[in-house]
């Protein structure tokens, strides 16, 4: 059977808003989408059969752990990620660029070799060049592949962001080269800036002069404010490509999901709700449960009685708030799943909203809320 090729298609706006449909040699994609994330090739505490039916259809892993532990080489011989995890869904790959800025230590950045890092599990050098990132990619078998990145951790200091934005820009004109033509597979550029609309402007671009099948929006998960990011996507709607999908990495909330959507947002990824999960938080459709709490102790209904999905409906808070209090690892998983199933459900709301034009007051209904 012929592969499909990587295609994007707006189907219905409201306002800013956009409902669409990404075609991947996997699957159709529709928007807006949340990926649950899956760095290590596992959504933690999950079966990969279990994220599928809560509605995910896409994953995202990430380039950086995946070099490091278990190394490409031994995915690519496995027969690529999708092999590897047993996942049947696409999967968009990070570069690896914002863990890089994280969790490395001793890192430095280097214009022609990219990124000379030390592992941060045992210390080994690595040089991450943008070339080496796809390559890398390439034996992974993703379906969309980021571009390596240089993200700056969070700063006002306007000449640091410009050199980053400038180095971003380099390596992304590499990245599009070493990743050559291949029309069922997808490469996204990454919008870089900061705070500041100029640089945020000049990024994008030279981006779309460069030519990419999307373009995310990186480095507002690096503790920047909901308002200041808002902010900066407020500016970006008016000039991003319309043809093309839209990816604000890193986040994020329901409420950063529901302001982002508004102003023309399509892709979304976030631990929050599997490292929720496991810490004890639930989302639900009444709001957030912490289900350490002693209150819930004699609470003997479920989290959500709407829930059909695996028998959540079936587990009391009294009974969470037991296996939370003894560290028993089943907690983790039931609320790990709850959380997925719950990001999915609201994913699925805004698409059905925006289609029906009603995304604005679903908007006011749960911005608070959730």
């Not at 592992?119 to 080994?124: A, E, L, P, R």
């Not at 180095?167 to 705070?195: C, D, M, P, Y």
């Not at 199933?341 to 699925?348: P, R």
Request: charged share 25%; glycine share 8%; proline share 3%.
């Amino acid at each position: 059977m012929a592969l499909k090729t990587f295609n994007f298609n707006v189907i219905k706006k409201d306002k800013f808003a956009r409902l669409g449909k990404i075609q991947t040699s996997r699957g159709t994609i529709d928007t807006p989408v949340f990926m649950p994330v899956g760095t290590q090739a596992t959504v933690k505490g999950s079966f990969i059969s279990d994220v599928i039916k809560t509605g995910s259809q896409i994953v995202l892993s990430n380039t950086y752990h995946l070099m490091i532990r278990p190394g490409a080489d031994r995915i690519k011989k496995a027969g690529g990620l999708h092999n590897f995890m047993n996942c049947k869904i696409p999967i968009l790959t990070d570069s690896g660029g914002y863990q890089i800025m994280s969790l490395s230590k001793l890192n430095k950045i280097d214009k022609l070799k990219g990124a000379i890092f030390n592992s941060h599990v045992d210390g080994k050098k690595f040089i991450l060049s943008p070339e080496e990132s796809i390559k890398i990619q390439k034996k992974l078998n993703s379906d969309i592949v980021m571009v390596l990145d240089e993200c700056p951790k969070k700063t006002l200091n306007y000449d640091k962001i410009l050199k980053a934005v400038n180095l971003s820009t380099q390596w992304a004109k590499r990245s599009k080269k070493e990743f050559g033509l291949n029309k069922h597979k997808a490469l996204f550029g990454i919008v870089q800036g900061g705070l500041f609309n100029d640089l945020r402007l000049k990024s994008l671009n030279e981006l779309i002069k460069i030519g990419f099948d999307g373009y995310a929006i990186g480095g507002l998960a690096v503790g920047d404010s909901q308002k200041e990011m808002f902010k900066v996507l407020d500016y970006l709607k008016n000039y991003m490509p319309k043809d093309k999908p839209r990816y604000l990495m890193g986040v994020g909330t329901p409420s950063d999901i529901l302001g982002a959507v508004l102003r023309g947002v399509d892709m979304f990824d976030c631990v929050l709700p599997t490292r929720a999960g496991r810490t004890g938080l639930a989302f639900t459709w009444q709001g957030r449960i912490n289900i350490r709490n002693a209150k819930y102790k004699n609470d003997n209904k479920p989290l959500d009685e709407s829930v059909k999905i695996f028998d959540l409906n079936k587990y009391s808070k009294n009974y969470l708030n037991h296996l939370f209090n003894t560290n028993e690892m089943l907690g983790s998983m039931i609320l790990t799943l709850n959380n997925i199933n719950f990001y999915q459900e609201f994913m699925y709301e805004i698409r059905k909203n925006i289609k029906n034009g009603t995304f604005s007051k679903f908007y006011k209904k749960f911005y608070n809320k959730l």
